[in-house]
């Protein structure tokens, strides 16, 4: 009799068996990654922009670009110095 097979015995199996701890990934590795991506993006950004005159400008299908290429990635990179920190104080 397979245990997969008889629904009554296989909930008591999984009881039976012992809980293992497993090494929960420090939240901050998401974080780490993220921020050399954000910074290389607001400097390619005002590269863009300093360069490249018609960046300053809208596209129909983009938006704003100097959204974009500037405040998108600065606003996420304060956002993610501000959860950084909150982290940081709750340790």
Known sequence: MS????????????AALPLERRAVPAQSA????LAPILYF???????????FPALR???PLIGWWPFWLLLWPASSMVLLQLCRHRRSAAR
Do not use: E, H, N
């Not at 997969?4 to 999984?14: E, I, S």
């Not at 998401?30 to 990654?33: F, G, H, P, T």
């Open 3 to 14: 245990l997969l097979r008889d629904r009554t015995l296989l909930p008591a199996a999984l």
């Open 30 to 33: 998401l974080c780490d990654l």
């Open 41 to 51: 993006w607001l400097c390619c950004g005002a590269i863009g922009l300093a360069l």
């Open 57 to 59: 400008g809208a596209d």
